[in-house]
DNA sequence: ATGTAAGCGAGACGGTACGTCACGTCTTCAC
DNA sequence: GTGAAGACGTGACGTACCGTCTCGCTTACAT
């Protein structure tokens, strides 16, 4: 079953590795000129292509930018489970670090978030997949641990998401510098008490 | 008598209203258009002021945002002792808070922070005046909870202000959403617990 | 049965209807939009066919106003005796009034030209069957002229095509204005008083 | 008497130096790719100017040329008495001739009728200025000759200059061909016979 | 009071990118 | 193999800004 369409009849088809070529390129000028000086022109040239074969795809830089976020933040991560809530932070801590170690996302994460604030589908379409993951690893945490025994259901998830993915991104991608060795171990011991302090005072989740 | 006497000779002056105007005109237009975006002539239109103006006081736009930020971040804040950590930590969550909701801090720190990713000198102001800020209120609250005895000395400074800054950044600047009630003595009384336990464990700070 | 059978075998044939439809489609665009701008495109557009079916008939535009230009100049036109020099001027003038007031040749005729400027491969066809109709005209009314006795053989022939293609072409096609009723008696009577007046020069034809 | 308008104030000025380049570069342009293919983009790299700085100044590369065109027919050219019809007839297609033969004639007149064949703005500004140049020598060479009792006052001025103007536009642009020694003196004795002739018939000046 | 150096506005200039259009070339498909 | 469809690279369009620079006018000090 031929994947291409059937469409018309005797049809051009847009070449994948055009499209391929021209998100490349918008990745390494978003990460070098920011978005703000992201430009069609600039992408073609990088990706060795014409601007006509941009347009053609994308009516402009931000639909181009949007379609490369969709792209990103579709992908599904495994987490295992290690046993206990204190491993199963420090498994999370662990990816995350290295998620927003990676130059991509220190170099395009807070430029996008800073456009975000100017433009609201930027905002959405980042928000929407950010919250997701959270929600999802949130969920998946809280309910191992409370099936074991480790937290009551009545623990606050949202606080547990800001408490693993504040520290991490203020660190990395706000402050620019390294996580050491044992800030994971650290870290993630930290949240657990938290957390189960938290639930413990009766605080009702906001 | 005149306070900008003592010029060279038969000078005209800059305007000082001008320079203000100026000022102010580059505080809307990053909040506006951002740090990539902004330009002088932007500026010097939005202030009602010729290019030409503009470029006698400052030979870029960096330098003129490097000396708004310079202005900005030269102020310091009292912290009242407040007779417990887990008080204190809850008013430090609430300037804090106050701080990063301020539309300024929304609309224009992520754009500087993602400017700084490129360039070394906002780079380099930036986080001077946030570990600056950083190192005095963590030593303030370290020390005031040891002479307590709430803490033991080994504490780590860092990984206390990275549990503070880290958790509102993330909720109000990058995801922004607001900060619910209750949510300031939650955090604090996590945070508490968390530096409690992570001195406890014996961890070597890093 | 088939018109276009018994091509080399299996072969598709070059329908000519297209090719019909095409030069057609050329000739239009010509007149409306000049040489320069004449373009495959829109000779294709105008015919309704696709741009292949053209570039599989000729490689490029000049190709194809080429074949036009042969097509339209090997006609060869009759001009009956008249008897005498002044009527057969006459006669001559008024046909190629007609064949310059016609719209083809008044659209078409100064863009070739102008284009012949640039591209010597239309200077040359178009310059010879200019040339190869003069002579014909020439040497025939020169011939009866002489043999009637109303000319010396020693008449220059040149001087006599420019004199009546010169001044039509002037008023026609360049000042663009209308030939006045009586203007052919006119202009074939200072044309023969001029060619005899040269001719008894002794002027040697250079 | 400052020629430069005393406007505004403190305002910038066109600078003429690159007026003058620019329309240099159109005259080139037009001659090597004719109207049709002229392009603002082009003259602005050939001038060695910004396309921003044509467009300050012509809103299209038609008021481009149009300006061009009245710069260059606004001379006149003076005719001084030769003592005879024929001798002024000489003289008159001895300029002719030069100014035809000149590069910038061949070249850009074709392509300039070509256009104006399209164009209602281009014909009437190059007709009003050819038939004013050709209205004044007219009258001239009328008007000594009938002074002389050369030439009756009916003579018809039109054939006249239809006389003058074709048989060298038509060997010189339209075929191209070199005028050779002696063409000039065969032609205006010619010329000056058809008009007598013409003249003697009483045929009324249409 | 006057000379003069600087401030200031206006805007021309060389650039760059915009988003669109048109074109010649080339590939793919249906017939 | 023919013809249709259309993607692709190229290049020009006319516009909008931008940073630089030059130019008059104005201002306010220093003589």
Known sequence: MAD??????????RRPEITAAVLDAVVRELSEVGFGRLSVEG?????????????????????????????MVSRRISLPDKGSLQADLTMVVDILSTVLEHPMAKNVLPDLLAEAARNPQIETTLHAAIQAAQ??????????AVDRGELPGTVDRELLTDLIAG????????????????????????????????????????
């Open 135 to 144: 929600r999802d690893v949130g969920d998946l945490l809280v309910s191992r």
């Open 4 to 13: 291409r369409a059937r469409e018309p009849a005797g049809a051009a088809v």
């Open 167 to 206: 520290p991490l991104y203020w660190r990395i991608s706000v402050m620019r510098s390294h996580v050491p060795p044992g800030y994971a171990d650290q870290l993630s011991e930290a949240i657990r008490c938290a957390v189960q302090a938290a639930s413990r005072t009766g605080l009702a989740p906001h």
């Open 43 to 71: 992408v073609a040239r990088r990706a060795g292509v014409a601007k006509s074969a941009v347009y053609r795809r994308w009516n402009s830089k931000l639909e181009m930018v949007l379609e490369l976020l969709s792209g």
